[in-house]
C-alpha cells in the first residue's frame, strides 16, 4: 500500500471515530477500495503523453479521488482513455491512440487482462449477449477501413472472423432489439447515416440524418434519438479551433421501425449542438455554452438555456446536471448543478482533458 493512501486512510479513520457512533461506521476499506455507488470519470490526458485517468465521486460527495488506476495497479493506464464499457463485474477502459482495451475490476479497477490485437483506433464499446462491439475508426484518413471489432467477453479476445465492415467515421454504439445502431461522426471527413447491424446474420441497413450524428439515445417509446452536430466547414483562432461555420446542426428522431426520421429539430445557421444527454423523459443538450432542456415530445428547440461555460462533457441524472469543463492545461472540473433551481450542489478537480461521466 502506498505511504500516501496510508496516510489517507489513518486521516480518514479518526474522523470516523469523531463522527460516528459505533452503530454508524461505515467500512473504511469498502470505502476507499470500492468505487461504486458513485461517478466515475473519464480523463483523455494529453495527447501524445499516454496519461489518461480515471476519478471517482462518491455518489453522497462525501469522498473524491483521481488518478484511480495508478493507485490501484502502480502504472498509468498508457494511452489516451477515448471512453469505458461496463458490463456487471468488469470495466472496459478504450485507449484509442494506442489501440488498446485495458479490463479492470468494475469496482476495485484491478487489471485483469489488456486487448490490443485486432484493435485500431477504437471509439466506443457495446455489450449484447456476451459479447462487447467496438467501433474502430482504423486508420483516421482512410475512409474505407472503418469496422466494429467483436469481443469475446469470456475470453478477453477479438473474434476476427466477425468483423463488420461499416462506412467511414464509425463512434456510438448501441445494442437494442438484437441489433446494433452505430453513428458516423466522420473520422477525419464527414457522414451523415446511422448504420443498423442485424445481429442475426450481420446484415447492415443505413439511416440517413444531418452531417456528423455523434450521440444517441433511446426515449422511453424506443425511438432513436440522434444529435447531428453539422459537418464543420471554418474553423476559429487557436487554442481551441472553434467552429464558427458548417452545415446544419440537429436533434433528429427515429422511427426505427421504418427507419425513417420522423422529427428534426434544427439549429439556426452556424449554431450547433454538440453534446446530448437523456434521463427520464427530457433531453438535455449543450449549445454555445448553454445547456438546454426539452421534453422528448418537443416540438422546437429550447429557448432558455443554462450557462455552464466551455465544457467537454456532459450526463444528466435526476434533472442534476453533470458537467465536465474543457481544460488540458490543467485539471478539468466536475460540476454538479441543480438544472431547475440553477444552483451548484458540487464542484471538485479531476483529470487532465475530462470528458465521459458514468455512474457505477
Known amino acids: 500500500m502506498k505511504t500516501t493512501k496510508l496516510i489517507f486512510k489513518l486521516f480518514l479513520f479518526n474522523l470516523v471515530l469523531i463522527s460516528c457512533n459505533d452503530n454508524d461506521k461505515p467500512g473504511l476499506e469498502e470505502f476507499l477500495d470500492r468505487y461504486e455507488n458513485g461517478i466515475m470519470i473519464s480523463s483523455e490526458g494529453n495527447f501524445g503523453d499516454k496519461d489518461g485517468s480515471l476519478s471517482f465521486v462518491a455518489g453522497d460527495y462525501s469522498f473524491a479521488s483521481n488518478f484511480l488506476y495508478k493507485e490501484v495497479n502502480g502504472a498509468q493506464l498508457g494511452g489516451l482513455v477515448q471512453s469505458v464499457a461496463f458490463d456487471d463485474e468488469n ?206 415530445t418537443a416540438t422546437e428547440l429550447g429557448a432558455d438555456g443554462l450557462d455552464v461555460g466551455d465544457i467537454y462533457g456532459m450526463r444528466a441524472k435526476n434533472d442534476k446536471l453533470y458537467t465536465l469543463e474543457y481544460a488540458f492545461s490543467e485539471l478539468s472540473k466536475l460540476r454538479i448543478i441543480d438544472y431547475e433551481t440553477e444552483s451548484d450542489l458540487y464542484a471538485t478537480a479531476v483529470g487532465l482533458g475530462a470528458s465521459k461521466i458514468y455512474f457505477n
Open 91 to 296: 470495466a472496459y477502459i478504450i485507449l484509442n491512440d494506442v489501440s488498446t482495451i485495458v479490463v479492470a475490476d468494475r469496482y476495485t479497477l484491478e487489471k485483469k487482462s489488456v486487448i490490443m490485437a485486432g484493435l485500431e483506433n477504437p471509439r466506443y464499446m457495446t455489450i449484447f449477449n456476451g459479447k462487447g462491439y467496438i467501433t474502430n475508426w482504423g486508420k483516421g484518413a482512410d475512409e474505407t477501413d472503418d469496422y466494429i471489432a467483436v469481443l469475446d467477453l469470456a475470453s478477453n479476445s477479438i473474434e476476427e472472423s466477425s468483423k463488420i465492415a461499416l462506412d467511414n467515421g464509425v463512434e456510438r454504439i448501441l445494442a437494442k432489439d438484437n441489433k446494433l445502431y452505430v453513428s458516423h461522426n466522420g473520422g477525419w471527413s464527414s457522414n451523415n447515416i446511422i448504420s443498423v447491424i442485424d445481429l442475426v446474420d450481420n446484415s447492415v441497413g443505413e439511416i440517413t440524418v444531418n452531417d456528423n450524428p455523434d450521440d444517441i439515445f433511446f426515449t422511453t417509446s424506443g425511438d432513436l434519438v440522434v444529435l447531428c452536430k453539422g459537418k464543420p466547414l471554418v474553423y476559429g483562432a487557436p487554442p481551441n479551433y472553434d467552429v464558427v461555420e458548417a452545415t446544419t446542426s440537429s436533434i433528429s428522431f427515429v422511427d426505427v421501425s421504418t427507419k425513417t426520421v420522423f422529427k428534426s429539430l434544427e439549429f439556426s445557421k452556424n449554431i450547433r449542438g454538440t453534446i446530448m444527454s437523456y434521463s427520464e423523459g427530457n433531453i438535455y443538450y449543450y449549445s454555445d455554452n448553454r445547456v438546454y432542456k426539452i421534453s422528448e
